[in-house]
């Protein structure tokens, strides 16, 4: 996958990696950490023979911390070595008041306190939306299994990881950095019930990943020189087997981000509403469309009134966003113009998939979608940039794209005798004389670049060139029977957003792809264009050199998954090609001249090695060549006959174009065409003209393994020594995903990357 910016890696992860190139045999005394601490109180009880008031009363005194129980459990593979190996009382861990969580009824075992023996972070999930940790502990007894099952076995149960090395810290200055539970416990709050307090406080803030978080995250990362890092989440998965000697082997797994507040569901209605049937009769339009929405989507009138209140839009003013409800073709003029009803992006986003939130009391800082924000002319604004053209057109009812300039679709006179190869045949986009195609002032193209604010005093202004422009998704109007159809089908919100954005993304012709990811580093996951990336600067790329004897790198793999499509490719292109060649001709050698097209197909110029040699097909360029003289030889594709135009064509284009074209009556009165049902038409139209950005990213993947480090984010770039040096001429190594592996052996990092062309 691709993200919407490219960065280098940071300057401060540059300087720790020649660090380590330099000096090889500070990894030789790397001393790995895993920290498991989990925020449970864990008290006795005597719940099951009290009446639920006396439980109620007897909670409050727990939470008051009143009472005699344990305060959370920190567990860690450096624990007291006096621990490890016990001669009275069983030990699962250590509360947050440094006191030994004890065993009861278990004694003279001489057995350890449970032993992490690995652990797996996995940072890529859905889009880099989800950061997974998978830890194996041992336990040595039942009755050691069974009180670490209350602190860690718990579904739903909040957990910390902290992991790294802290052997690294030899290159900080002294007292710099304190890896221990720094990031949610203040300096000096050890060994109390102030530290626990603070534990539980600032935990939400890493589960939930709000920009507040992740940017004092980074920050902690970067000034341990990368041997720090965590996930704050819940256990969502846990399995132990036994072994014949009474050992348990615990497998947890915990899950940190917010792609799992999309899963509660997209209403939770009693299946009763408030909501009025239109009324034909009634003058407030706006009225009547929310009472439609009401009754169709069975949303309580109350808590949707509520919703329209608490989620605002740029006008304030919801009614904005609802396109041609209520429209009556009275008059004969307007039998032309669609009835068809449309809802924008952003009150789907904004207003229907809050719903749950607002109506199911839940915690709004962390159920609410999110939705980017980035500079607009100075000012904080919510969008969703997208990569659009200047002539893009509606070619679905499913969609519209509102446009201040939206061009015309024209049918051009032809004289009578013309032929195809003196005169133009087809309808044309008339760009000079457009039309006011905005919606209630929304209007898909951006009137400035927005500017992305990457980390403190770092911004990105997201712009394209040439008849590329940038859009605000949010601009989009969607069908209003396909938004109800989809609502209808799903039941979580992360099924109804997936049918939109999958409805939005089929519409787009290929300039933009919506998905569920982070827009970057220090920001929480929400929609992106992952097409849209931003040129590169000048700058110098970091080199990770696998070939060197002193290389870090320890392990490297480059992998081309594309192999059975490429194979398979030539024999589609033939068929296309015939299709295309409605007249092939002869070149000057009596051969039949083949498109652009089949040439583009078999040249491999763009890959060519850093000496300038590069390849050709030729045997499938024969194949091409072979296949189309055969359909001549055939009669499939007549040779050299020149079409015919008759007079008139004009005006069955003219009628052909009133045939494919929807029309609207707008809210200035005015009758025009949003829509062309000519999808071919309309994409020859917008990749008419080769793109200002040459960025792609490829089917080429690598993996590079180096001695374990924190602080590489997705969509960061790179070079490599020791592959074709072409690549490093023409493009980058970016990011799509970091993993940890930390055990007895060690901590290793595994970076996986993309290569993306960006050849200027």
């Excluded at 060994?191 to 902690?220: G, H, I, V």
């Excluded at 109506?359 to 002319?377: M, V």
């Excluded at 499509?565 to 001709?585: C, D, E, T, Y």
């Excluded at 001429?729 to 290569?755: P, S």
């Amino acid at each position: 996958m691709g993200f919407p910016y490219l960065s280098p890696l940071k300057e401060w992860t540059v300087k720790v990696l020649n660090k380590r190139e330099e000096n090889p045999q500070l990894l030789s005394l790397r001393m790995p950490f895993i920290i498991l601490v989990s925020g449970a109180k864990v008290v006795k009880s005597s719940a099951k023979k009290q009446s639920s008031k006396e439980r109620t009363e007897e909670l409050k005194k727990i939470l008051g911390n009143e009472g005699e129980g344990y305060n959370g459990c920190i567990i860690s593979n450096q624990n007291d070595i006096s621990l490890n190996y016990q001669t009275s009382e069983t030990i699962v861990g250590i509360d947050f008041t440094g006191k030994p969580i004890k065993v009861e009824g278990e004694i003279n075992r001489r057995i350890s306190t449970p032993i992490i023996e690995s652990l797996e972070i996995d940072t890529d999930g859905a889009n880099n939306t989800l950061k997974i940790a998978r830890l194996k502990v041992k336990c040595f007894s039942l009755k050691q299994f069974e009180m670490f099952e209350l602190f860690f076995c718990k579904p739903g149960m909040n957990l910390l990881v902290e992991y790294g090395d802290s052997s690294i810290n030899r290159m900080n200055e002294p007292g710099k950095f304190n890896n221990i539970t720094e990031a949610l416990i203040p300096k000096g709050k050890t060994n109390d019930l102030s530290a626990y307090e603070s534990f539980c406080k600032n935990f939400s803030k890493y589960y939930r990943a709000d920009l507040e978080s992740l940017r004092a995250l980074q920050k902690t990362i970067e000034k341990s020189n990368g041997s720090y890092d965590l996930v704050a989440g819940k256990v969502v998965d846990y399995s132990f087997s036994i072994e014949g000697n009474g050992i348990y082997n615990v497998d947890i797994e915990i899950n940190q981000g917010n792609q799992i507040s999309l899963a509660i569901p997209i209403n939770v209605n009693s299946g009763t509403s408030e909501g009025k049937s239109p009324a034909k009769n009634n003058p407030n339009i706006f009225e009547q469309s929310k009472n439609s929405i009401v009754a169709d989507f069975n949303i309580d009138k109350k808590i949707f009134d509520e919703a329209l209140k608490k989620y605002t839009n740029p006008s304030n003013d919801w009614k904005n966003d609802f396109f041609n409800f209520g429209k009556v073709n009275k008059e004969k003029k307007d039998e032309t113009a669609s009835t068809d009803t449309y809802l924008s992006f952003r009150f789907i986003l904004k207003v229907l998939c809050n719903i749950s939130v607002s109506a199911g009391g839940l915690d709004e800082a962390f159920f609410k979608f999110p939705l980017p924000s980035y500079k607009l002319s100075g000012k904080d604004t919510e969008i969703i940039p997208i990569k659009i053209h200047k002539n893009i057109l509606a070619s679905s009812d499913e969609v519209i794209f509102p446009n201040k300039k939206l061009p015309r679709i024209d049918a051009p006179t032809k004289p009578k005798g013309s032929t195809s190869s003196d005169a133009d045949t087809k309808f044309k986009l008339n760009e000079k004389n457009t039309i006011d195609a905005s919606i209630n002032g929304y209007s898909l193209e951006l009137d400035s670049n927005p500017i992305l604010e990457k980390a403190e005093n770092q911004n990105i202004t997201i712009q394209i060139d040439g008849d590329y422009k940038i859009g605000n998704a949010l601009n989009i109007f969607v069908k209003y029977k396909s938004v109800l159809e989809a609502w209808r089908k799903s039941y979580t919100r992360i099924d109804f957003i997936t049918k939109i954005i999958n409805l939005i993304n089929s519409n787009g012709y290929g300039l933009y792809k919506l998905v569920y990811a982070c827009p970057q580093d220090t920001a929480p996951a929400t929609l992106i264009d992952y097409k849209l990336i931003n040129k590169i600067e000048n700058i110098i790329p970091y080199r990770f050199k696998p070939t060197t004897i002193s290389s870090i790198v320890k392990d490297f793999t480059f992998n081309f998954e594309m192999s059975n499509l490429v194979a398979g490719r030539s024999i589609f292109n033939a068929q296309k090609f015939m299709k295309n060649i409605k007249n092939a001709q002869k070149d000057e050698h009596g051969e039949i001249a083949l498109p652009d097209e089949a040439y583009q197909s078999v040249d491999y110029s763009m890959f060519s090695n850093s000496d300038g040699f590069y390849s050709i097909n030729k045997i499938d360029l024969k194949a091409v060549t072979d296949t189309v003289q055969i359909a001549v030889t055939k009669g499939v594709i007549k040779e050299g006959e020149k079409e015919k135009i008759e007079e008139g064509e004009a005006s069955n284009l003219t009628q052909l174009i009133q045939e494919k074209s929807t029309k609207f009556k707008l809210p200035n009165g005015k009758i025009e065409t949003l829509i062309f049902n000519d999808n071919k038409f309309i994409l020859d139209k917008i990749n008419s003209e080769e793109q200002s950005t040459n960025s792609t990213l490829t089917p080429i993947e690598i993996t590079i393994t180096i001695d374990g480090m924190s602080g590489f984010n997705c969509g960061e770039y790179f070079h490599i020594d020791g592959v074709p040096e072409i690549y490093n001429q023409i493009g980058v190594f970016q990011i799509t995903n970091t993993k940890h592996n930390l055990d007895k052996d060690g901590w290793n990092t595994i970076i996986e990357a993309g290569f993306r062309i960006n050849k200027k």
